[in-house]
């Protein structure tokens, strides 16, 4: 507010509805109505980590509770192709990767024109590879048992593969989606809680080096201001001579 009681700025939290996990707008949704839970901030932040640690969980344990279907719409992505093929000629991203894949199994028609909405998970193989060259498109999941073998040892670079390894579990980078979901605790959680001095209400989601190092600035008992308003560290303010 500015001092005159006038509104100046307004901040809230905001659904990230396009170019999301699903994983990550399912966290977003039901994390921040917790922050009107507690007494103390504390309590407001303990209640908003239980729903950050319950989504880390599903991933520590690769979505055991979750059905194969469950587990894929969870952690999909989508994205829509605003052009055709042809206009993305030479560019890398996940979708353009989807589109070319799902080419190989359902025809070439299907990504002739604008507007293809490409949903896709990232694999973990082959290992090394860009995550634009990992990208999976779940369509293949859909797909005759002979056609999904095929064209999973191949985008997955192994030819070795056998029938349990092709359970998308296995193919998944978890890696990948613990950190995607890692910033957005950090993004919504973890960084405000710092901010306002509460400890880590998630430890599994370490604070970044940025952030350790304003926090102890902050709490410097010999930080002090000389009288230009400038913060100096361990240095006593300039006092005038009153001779």
């Given at each position: 507010?500015?001092?005159?009681?006038?509104?100046?700025?307004?901040?809230?939290?905001?659904?990230?509805?396009?170019?999301?996990?699903?994983?990550?707008?399912?966290f977003q949704e039901r994390v921040f109505k917790r922050f009107l839970d507690g007494e103390n901030l504390e309590?407001?932040?303990?209640?908003?980590?239980?729903?950050?640690?319950?989504?880390?969980?599903?991933?520590?344990n690769k979505g055991v509770d979750l059905e194969d279907e469950e587990l894929v719409a969870l952690i999909s992505?989508?994205?829509?192709?605003?052009?055709?093929?042809?206009?993305?000629?030479?560019?890398?991203?996940?979708?353009?990767?989807?589109?070319?894949?799902?080419?190989?199994?359902?025809?070439?028609?299907?990504?002739?024109?604008?507007?293809?909405?490409?949903?896709?998970?990232?694999?973990?193989?082959?290992?090394?590879?860009?995550?634009?060259?990992?990208?999976?498109?779940?369509?293949?999941?859909?797909?005759?048992?002979?056609?999904?073998?095929?064209?999973?040892?191949?985008?997955?670079?192994?030819?070795?593969?056998?029938?349990?390894?092709?359970?998308?579990?296995?193919?998944?980078?978890?890696?990948?989606?613990?950190?995607?979901?890692?910033?957005?605790?950090?993004?919504?959680?973890?960084?405000?809680?710092?901010?306002?001095?509460?400890?880590?209400?998630?430890?599994?989601?370490?604070?970044?080096?940025?952030?350790?190092?304003?926090?102890?600035?902050?709490?410097?008992?010999?930080?002090?201001?000389?009288?230009?308003?400038?913060?100096?560290?361990?240095?006593?303010?300039?006092?005038?001579?009153?001779?």
């Open positions: 507010f500015n001092f005159d009681g006038s509104l100046a700025e307004l901040k809230g939290f905001e659904l990230k509805r396009r170019g999301e996990l699903q994983l990550i707008k399912v309590e407001c932040y303990q209640s908003v980590a239980d729903v950050a640690n319950h989504w880390l969980d599903v991933l520590d992505e989508s994205s829509n192709m605003s052009k055709t093929m042809e206009e993305y000629e030479g560019r890398k991203s996940m979708a353009i990767t989807t589109a070319k894949r799902i080419a190989e199994f359902l025809g070439a028609d299907m990504i002739a024109n604008k507007g293809l909405n490409c949903t896709y998970i990232v694999s973990r193989t082959p290992e090394g590879a860009p995550v634009t060259e990992r990208a999976i498109p779940v369509e293949i999941f859909k797909a005759d048992k002979e056609t999904q073998e095929a064209l999973l040892r191949k985008w997955c670079n192994s030819s070795s593969m056998i029938d349990t390894s092709l359970d998308v579990r296995t193919i998944l980078d978890w890696q990948y989606y613990k950190d995607r979901l890692g910033k957005a605790i950090q993004k919504i959680v973890t960084i405000p809680a710092a901010m306002q001095l509460v400890k880590n209400p998630v430890e599994r989601v370490p604070h970044p080096d940025w952030l350790l190092r304003q926090v102890r600035e902050r709490l410097d008992p010999m930080k002090q201001k000389n009288i230009f308003g400038m913060e100096i560290s361990g240095v006593s303010p300039i006092v005038a001579d009153s001779r």
